[in-house]
C-alpha cells in the first residue's frame, strides 16, 4: 500500500541490529544439518513456539542458545548476507550490525571464525547489493569487565575493520559504570562507542553511558523519558536513540505498540531512529518496524522523513564516504 512504498522509498540506515538475532529458524535448521548438530526442537514451529518472552533475559537465553548452531566463517557470511538482502528490500542504504563475539569464543570458536565471516558477508552485500556496511562489536555487560578487555585484544587485528564497541546483554545489575575502562581503550584505538541503555535499565544508566562511556549513540533509551532533565539534555545534546519498537513490544518494555513512545520522542525534538534489533525474534525487519509503529502511533509523513534523516545522520559513515542529505 501507499504508507509501505512510501517508507520502503525513504533511504534509510539501520543502526540497531544484532547479526546472532537474524537467525531464522529456518537457517538454524539448515546449519544444524550443515554442521551435525542436534537441536533440542523437532521442527521450525516449535522453534517459533518457543519465541514467546516476558522480558529481555527471557530472549537471551533462547537467542544465546540458538547461535550455537554458527560454527563456521561460511555460517556466518551467509547469516549477514541473508538479512543484508532483507535490509535492501526494506529499502535501507546503510546497515551497521552488531555482533557478540564472546557468545562465539565462549564456546570454543577461535575469534576470526565470526569476524571473517561477518566481514565477507559484508563484502558480497556491498558489491551484489549495493548496501553500505559496518561492523560494531558488542562486549557481553553479564560477564566481567577483565573479558571484555580479552576480546578488545583479541579483535587488534581487524580494528581498521570496526566502526566500533557497543555494550548488550542483560542489562538490569550491570551498569555502564563496570565498562570504563575497555571503553576508554576502544576510544583511544579510533573507534565509535555505543551502548544499550534505558532498554530495562534505569535513566541513570542513560546517563552512565554519556558520561562514564562517552558513548556517540545510545541504543533504546526508552526508560530515558522519566526523567525530564535527562530528556532535555539528550535533545539539547543532539543525541541519536536507536529505537527497536517490535523488539519493545516483544520483551514487553510497552504493552502494545499503540503506547509506544516513539511519536512523543519525536515530538520533544529527541533523535530517535526506528531499527529491528533481533528481527527473527521479534517478528519483523527494517521496514515491518516502520510500518506497523506508523500505523500505530500515527506518524505523518514529515515524522518519517525526520525519522529517515535521523538515521542516515546518526549513521557512522567515514569521511571519504560522508552522509547522504535527505
Ligand atoms: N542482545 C541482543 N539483543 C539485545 C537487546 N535487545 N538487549 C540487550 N542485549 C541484546
Ligand atoms: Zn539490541
Known amino acids: 500500500d501507499a504508507l509501505t512504498d512510501f517508507i520502503r522509498r525513504l533511504p534509510k ?36 513456539a518457543a519465541y514467546s518472552f516476558s522480558r529481555l533475559q527471557d530472549f537471551l537465553d533462547i537467542y544465546y542458545q540458538g547461535a550455537a548452531v554458527l560454527r563456521t566463517e561460511e555460517d556466518f557470511h551467509d547469516l549477514a548476507l541473508a538479512y543484508f538482502r532483507r535490509a535492501a528490500a526494506d529499502g535501507a542504504v546503510r546497515c551497521e550490525i552488531f555482533f557478540d563475539p564472546q557468545t562465539h569464543t565462549d564456546r570454543g570458536l577461535p575469534f576470526g571464525v565470526a569476524i571473517e565471516g561477518l566481514l565477507s558477508g559484508m563484502a558480497a552485500a556491498e558489491t551484489e547489493l549495493g548496501l553500505s556496511t559496518g561492523l560494531i562489536l558488542c562486549f ?7 573479558a571484555a578487555l580479552d576480546t578488545l585484544k583479541a579483535a587488534e587485528p581487524w580494528l581498521d575493520r570496526l566502526l566500533g564497541v557497543g555494550l548488550d546483554s542483560s542489562e538490569a545489575g550491570f551498569p555502564p559504570s563496570g565498562f570504563q575502562k575497555v571503553f576508554k581503550a576502544a576510544g583511544e584505538r579510533g573507534l565509535k562507542r555505543v551502548a544499550h541503555a534505558g532498554e530495562e535499565g534505569p535513566p541513570a544508566y542513560v546517563a552512565e553511558a554519556l558520561d562514564l562511556l562517552k558513548v556517540d549513540r545510545i541504543d533504546h533509551g526508552n526508560r530515558a523519558l522519566e526523567d525530564d532533565d535527562l530528556t532535555a539534555r539528550l535533545v539539547r545534546e543532539g543525541q541519536v536513540l536507536t529505537v527497536c519498537p517490535l523488539s519493545n513490544l516483544k520483551l514487553c518494555g510497552v504493552p502494545s505498540l499503540e503506547v509506544h513512545p516513539l511519536k512523543r520522542m519525536l515530538q520533544l525534538g529527541l533523535k530517535a531512529t526506528v531499527n529491528s534489533d533481533d528481527p527473527a525474534y521479534f517478528g519483523g525487519y527494517l521496514l515491518d518496524n516502520w510500518v506497523q509503529t506508523a500505523r500505530a502511533v500515527g506518524l505523518e509523513r514529515e515524522h518519517l522523513v525526520t525519522l529517515a534523516r535521523n538515521s542516515l545522520e546518526g549513521a557512522f559513515w567515514t569521511e571519504a564516504e560522508g552522509a547522504p542529505h535527505l
Open 140 to 146: 557481553l555487560r553479564h560477564l566481567p569487565e577483565d
Open 13 to 48: 540506515a539501520e543502526l540497531h541490529m544484532h547479526v546472532e538475532g537474524s537467525l531464522e529458524p529456518e537457517m538454524m535448521f539448515d546449519l544444524a544439518r550443515r554442521n551435525r548438530i542436534a537441536l533440542p526442537f523437532p521442527n521450525v514451529e516449535a522453534v517459533r
